[in-house]
DNA sequence: TTATTTATTCTACAATATAGAATTAATACG
DNA sequence: CGTATTAATTCTATATTGTAGAATAAATAA
Protein backbone atom coordinates (compact mmCIF):
# COMPACT_ATOMS: atom_id res chain seq x y z
CA UNK A 1 0.00 0.00 0.00
CA UNK A 2 1.25 3.51 -0.73
CA UNK A 3 1.62 6.03 1.76
CA UNK A 4 -1.29 8.55 1.55
CA UNK A 5 -0.30 11.94 0.81
CA UNK A 6 -1.82 14.99 -0.05
CA UNK A 7 -4.44 14.88 -3.20
CA UNK A 8 -2.85 16.65 -6.32
CA UNK A 9 -4.14 19.35 -8.26
CA UNK A 10 -5.87 17.39 -10.94
CA UNK A 11 -7.35 15.24 -8.23
CA UNK A 12 -8.71 17.83 -6.27
CA UNK A 13 -10.68 19.08 -9.14
CA UNK A 14 -12.01 15.78 -10.42
CA UNK A 15 -12.87 15.02 -6.81
CA UNK A 16 -14.99 18.07 -6.64
CA UNK A 17 -16.51 17.54 -10.28
CA UNK A 18 -17.43 13.56 -8.81
CA UNK A 19 -19.89 15.83 -5.61
CA UNK A 20 -21.12 18.14 -8.06
CA UNK A 21 -21.79 15.38 -10.66
CA UNK A 22 -23.81 13.19 -7.84
CA UNK A 23 -24.78 10.06 -9.18
CA UNK A 24 -24.16 11.27 -12.90
CA UNK A 25 -20.23 11.22 -12.78
CA UNK A 26 -18.76 9.59 -15.35
CA UNK A 27 -15.99 9.46 -17.58
CA UNK A 28 -17.51 11.91 -20.28
CA UNK A 29 -19.70 14.22 -17.32
CA UNK A 30 -16.89 14.58 -15.28
CA UNK A 31 -14.59 15.96 -18.64
CA UNK A 32 -17.27 18.32 -19.29
CA UNK A 33 -17.78 19.43 -15.67
CA UNK A 34 -14.05 20.32 -15.64
CA UNK A 35 -13.98 21.81 -18.73
CA UNK A 36 -16.83 24.16 -18.43
CA UNK A 37 -16.22 25.56 -15.06
CA UNK A 38 -12.53 25.17 -14.34
CA UNK A 39 -12.12 26.27 -17.98
CA UNK A 40 -8.91 24.15 -18.52
CA UNK A 41 -8.15 21.69 -20.68
CA UNK A 42 -9.03 17.77 -19.61
CA UNK A 43 -7.71 14.98 -21.90
CA UNK A 44 -9.45 11.83 -21.85
CA UNK A 45 -6.62 9.93 -20.91
CA UNK A 46 -5.64 12.39 -17.67
CA UNK A 47 -9.09 12.04 -16.61
CA UNK A 48 -9.48 8.28 -16.46
CA UNK A 49 -5.45 7.72 -15.45
CA UNK A 50 -6.62 9.82 -12.14
CA UNK A 51 -9.45 8.37 -11.82
CA UNK A 52 -7.69 4.75 -11.79
CA UNK A 53 -5.33 5.85 -9.51
CA UNK A 54 -8.06 7.14 -7.01
CA UNK A 55 -9.63 3.82 -7.31
CA UNK A 56 -6.56 2.37 -6.36
CA UNK A 57 -6.23 4.51 -3.18
CA UNK A 58 -9.81 3.77 -2.22
CA UNK A 59 -10.14 7.50 -2.70
CA UNK A 60 -13.46 6.81 -5.09
CA UNK A 61 -15.23 4.09 -5.99
CA UNK A 62 -16.87 3.02 -9.70
CA UNK A 63 -19.90 0.83 -10.54
CA UNK A 64 -20.67 -0.51 -14.10
CA UNK A 65 -23.86 1.20 -15.41
CA UNK A 66 -26.76 -0.32 -17.14
CA UNK A 67 -25.43 -3.21 -20.33
CA UNK A 68 -28.56 -1.78 -22.21
CA UNK A 69 -28.45 1.88 -22.90
CA UNK A 70 -30.61 1.74 -26.14
CA UNK A 71 -28.73 4.07 -27.70
CA UNK A 72 -25.51 2.54 -28.83
CA UNK A 73 -22.03 2.94 -27.41
CA UNK A 74 -20.07 1.27 -24.32
CA UNK A 75 -21.37 1.14 -20.83
CA UNK A 76 -20.42 3.69 -18.14
CA UNK A 77 -18.51 3.65 -15.49
CA UNK A 78 -20.11 6.11 -12.69
CA UNK A 79 -17.36 7.21 -9.92
CA UNK A 80 -18.13 8.25 -6.53
CA UNK A 81 -16.26 9.04 -3.31
CA UNK A 82 -15.50 6.93 -0.92
CA UNK A 83 -16.01 8.40 2.71
CA UNK A 84 -11.69 8.01 3.13
CA UNK A 85 -11.64 9.78 -0.08
CA UNK A 86 -13.88 13.00 1.42
CA UNK A 87 -11.41 12.86 4.46
CA UNK A 88 -8.41 13.48 2.30
CA UNK A 89 -10.68 15.87 0.26
CA UNK A 90 -11.93 17.63 2.91
CA UNK A 91 -7.97 18.47 4.15
CA UNK A 92 -6.65 19.70 1.00
CA UNK A 93 -9.40 21.53 0.36
CA UNK A 94 -9.33 23.15 4.08
CA UNK A 95 -5.65 23.17 3.47
CA UNK A 96 -5.81 25.75 0.01
CA UNK A 97 -8.34 27.65 1.66
CA UNK A 98 -6.34 28.56 4.39
CA UNK A 99 -4.12 29.62 2.51
CA UNK A 100 -6.17 30.84 0.11
CA UNK A 101 -8.49 32.89 2.31
CA UNK A 102 -8.11 36.76 2.48
CA UNK A 103 -5.67 36.93 -0.17
CA UNK A 104 -6.94 40.60 -1.46
CA UNK A 105 -6.59 41.35 -5.11
CA UNK A 106 -8.40 38.51 -7.34
CA UNK A 107 -9.97 35.83 -5.44
CA UNK A 108 -12.59 36.82 -6.38
CA UNK A 109 -14.00 33.66 -6.37
CA UNK A 110 -13.45 32.25 -3.46
CA UNK A 111 -15.01 34.91 -1.77
CA UNK A 112 -18.76 34.94 -1.39
CA UNK A 113 -20.52 34.17 -4.47
CA UNK A 114 -22.19 37.77 -4.68
CA UNK B 1 12.40 25.63 -21.96
CA UNK B 2 9.40 23.34 -20.51
CA UNK B 3 6.00 23.83 -21.18
CA UNK B 4 4.21 25.71 -18.79
CA UNK B 5 1.40 23.40 -16.99
CA UNK B 6 -0.73 24.34 -14.06
CA UNK B 7 0.60 24.76 -11.12
CA UNK B 8 0.74 21.68 -8.48
CA UNK B 9 -1.07 21.45 -4.90
CA UNK B 10 1.74 22.69 -3.18
CA UNK B 11 3.08 24.95 -5.65
CA UNK B 12 -0.36 26.86 -4.98
CA UNK B 13 0.40 26.48 -1.13
CA UNK B 14 4.11 28.07 -1.22
CA UNK B 15 2.64 30.98 -3.72
CA UNK B 16 0.17 31.80 -1.71
CA UNK B 17 2.62 31.96 1.47
CA UNK B 18 4.80 34.43 -0.64
CA UNK B 19 2.02 36.95 -0.98
CA UNK B 20 0.73 36.56 2.43
CA UNK B 21 4.65 37.14 3.85
CA UNK B 22 5.31 39.50 1.76
CA UNK B 23 9.09 41.24 1.65
CA UNK B 24 10.00 38.97 4.72
CA UNK B 25 9.63 35.60 2.59
CA UNK B 26 12.57 33.09 2.75
CA UNK B 27 12.81 29.37 3.86
CA UNK B 28 12.12 29.22 7.09
CA UNK B 29 9.46 31.69 7.31
CA UNK B 30 7.44 30.00 3.84
CA UNK B 31 7.94 26.67 5.70
CA UNK B 32 5.80 27.75 8.78
CA UNK B 33 3.48 30.17 7.45
CA UNK B 34 2.31 26.66 5.28
CA UNK B 35 2.61 24.53 8.27
CA UNK B 36 0.85 26.81 10.35
CA UNK B 37 -1.90 28.11 8.93
CA UNK B 38 -2.13 24.57 6.38
CA UNK B 39 -1.66 22.67 9.10
CA UNK B 40 0.54 20.56 6.71
CA UNK B 41 4.16 19.19 7.33
CA UNK B 42 6.42 20.71 4.81
CA UNK B 43 9.81 19.47 4.75
CA UNK B 44 12.65 21.75 4.01
CA UNK B 45 13.82 19.73 0.92
CA UNK B 46 9.94 19.79 -0.30
CA UNK B 47 10.37 23.44 -0.27
CA UNK B 48 13.49 24.85 -1.40
CA UNK B 49 13.03 22.45 -4.32
CA UNK B 50 9.60 23.72 -5.21
CA UNK B 51 11.00 27.20 -4.69
CA UNK B 52 14.00 26.34 -7.20
CA UNK B 53 11.56 25.05 -10.08
CA UNK B 54 9.52 27.92 -9.75
CA UNK B 55 12.34 30.51 -9.95
CA UNK B 56 13.47 28.26 -12.88
CA UNK B 57 9.97 28.58 -14.61
CA UNK B 58 10.27 32.14 -14.02
CA UNK B 59 7.02 32.18 -11.52
CA UNK B 60 9.19 34.13 -8.56
CA UNK B 61 12.33 35.30 -7.86
CA UNK B 62 15.03 35.72 -5.00
CA UNK B 63 17.83 37.94 -3.74
CA UNK B 64 19.93 37.37 -0.92
CA UNK B 65 19.69 38.98 1.77
CA UNK B 66 22.24 41.19 3.64
CA UNK B 67 25.71 39.32 4.10
CA UNK B 68 26.09 40.25 7.67
CA UNK B 69 22.75 40.14 9.97
CA UNK B 70 24.58 39.84 13.37
CA UNK B 71 23.22 37.18 14.65
CA UNK B 72 25.15 33.63 12.98
CA UNK B 73 24.35 31.84 10.38
CA UNK B 74 23.74 31.47 6.61
CA UNK B 75 22.18 34.70 4.92
CA UNK B 76 18.53 34.42 3.83
CA UNK B 77 17.57 34.04 0.29
CA UNK B 78 14.14 36.01 -0.46
CA UNK B 79 11.40 35.32 -2.72
CA UNK B 80 8.69 36.85 -4.21
CA UNK B 81 6.29 36.40 -7.17
CA UNK B 82 7.20 37.12 -10.80
CA UNK B 83 3.81 38.96 -13.14
CA UNK B 84 4.39 35.76 -14.70
CA UNK B 85 4.03 33.54 -11.84
CA UNK B 86 1.00 35.73 -10.36
CA UNK B 87 -0.77 35.37 -13.75
CA UNK B 88 -0.48 31.62 -13.44
CA UNK B 89 -1.42 31.71 -9.76
CA UNK B 90 -4.40 33.32 -10.69
CA UNK B 91 -5.36 31.17 -12.99
CA UNK B 92 -5.33 28.16 -10.54
CA UNK B 93 -6.91 29.47 -7.85
CA UNK B 94 -9.67 30.45 -10.37
CA UNK B 95 -9.90 27.21 -11.17
CA UNK B 96 -10.17 25.78 -8.07
CA UNK B 97 -12.10 28.22 -6.37
CA UNK B 98 -14.80 27.44 -9.32
CA UNK B 99 -15.05 24.07 -8.93
CA UNK B 100 -15.14 23.96 -4.89
CA UNK B 101 -17.52 26.85 -4.69
CA UNK B 102 -20.69 26.04 -3.43
CA UNK B 103 -20.16 22.88 -2.43
CA UNK B 104 -22.15 22.41 0.94
CA UNK B 105 -20.25 20.76 3.49
CA UNK B 106 -16.90 22.25 4.06
CA UNK B 107 -15.22 24.95 1.51
CA UNK B 108 -16.26 27.32 4.71
CA UNK B 109 -12.94 29.15 4.24
CA UNK B 110 -13.63 29.48 0.83
CA UNK B 111 -16.73 31.30 1.08
CA UNK B 112 -16.72 35.39 2.46
CA UNK B 113 -14.61 34.95 5.51
CA UNK B 114 -17.84 35.82 7.41
C1' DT C 1 -21.14 -8.29 -40.88
C1' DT C 2 -20.12 -3.78 -41.34
C1' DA C 3 -20.67 0.92 -39.94
C1' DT C 4 -21.53 4.16 -36.33
C1' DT C 5 -21.56 5.77 -31.79
C1' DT C 6 -20.04 6.28 -27.08
C1' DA C 7 -16.91 5.49 -23.74
C1' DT C 8 -13.03 3.37 -21.56
C1' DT C 9 -8.19 1.31 -21.58
C1' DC C 10 -3.33 1.29 -22.48
C1' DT C 11 1.25 2.82 -22.82
C1' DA C 12 4.84 6.05 -22.19
C1' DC C 13 6.95 9.94 -20.71
C1' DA C 14 7.29 14.53 -18.17
C1' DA C 15 6.79 17.22 -14.08
C1' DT C 16 5.79 17.68 -9.36
C1' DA C 17 6.17 15.99 -4.54
C1' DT C 18 8.82 14.45 -0.80
C1' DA C 19 12.83 13.28 2.36
C1' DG C 20 16.64 14.13 5.01
C1' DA C 21 21.57 14.18 5.03
C1' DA C 22 25.15 17.24 3.76
C1' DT C 23 26.96 21.60 3.24
C1' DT C 24 27.65 26.48 3.60
C1' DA C 25 28.27 30.80 5.80
C1' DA C 26 28.14 33.77 9.46
C1' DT C 27 29.05 34.85 14.49
C1' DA C 28 31.00 33.74 19.19
C1' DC C 29 34.89 32.73 22.02
C1' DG C 30 38.99 31.00 24.29
C1' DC D 1 43.59 31.77 14.65
C1' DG D 2 40.82 27.50 15.37
C1' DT D 3 36.74 25.38 16.89
C1' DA D 4 31.96 25.42 18.31
C1' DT D 5 27.41 27.08 17.47
C1' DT D 6 23.72 28.73 14.81
C1' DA D 7 20.77 29.53 10.82
C1' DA D 8 19.70 28.43 6.39
C1' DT D 9 20.22 26.56 2.00
C1' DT D 10 21.76 22.79 -1.34
C1' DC D 11 22.06 18.16 -3.05
C1' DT D 12 20.71 13.70 -4.41
C1' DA D 13 17.48 10.21 -5.05
C1' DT D 14 13.01 8.19 -5.39
C1' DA D 15 7.83 8.13 -5.49
C1' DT D 16 3.64 9.95 -7.12
C1' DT D 17 0.97 12.93 -10.19
C1' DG D 18 0.07 14.97 -14.52
C1' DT D 19 -0.58 14.66 -19.44
C1' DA D 20 -1.35 12.79 -24.21
C1' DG D 21 -3.55 10.42 -27.69
C1' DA D 22 -3.88 6.20 -30.08
C1' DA D 23 -6.05 1.89 -29.49
C1' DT D 24 -9.72 -0.83 -28.06
C1' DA D 25 -14.17 -2.24 -26.56
C1' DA D 26 -19.09 -2.75 -26.51
C1' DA D 27 -23.52 -1.56 -27.81
C1' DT D 28 -27.02 -0.30 -31.55
C1' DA D 29 -28.36 0.38 -36.45
C1' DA D 30 -28.51 -1.00 -41.26
Known amino acids: MSKSRNLGEFEILVMAALIRLGDNAYGVTIRQE ?6 RA ?11 RLEEKDFVA ?26 HFE ?10 KGLRPWPKTLRSGA
Chains 1, 2 share one sequence.
Open 42 to 52: VTVGALYTTLA
Open 62 to 87: SRMGEATPERGGRAKRYFEMTPKGRA
Open 91 to 100: RSVSSLGAML
Open 34 to 39: IENRAE
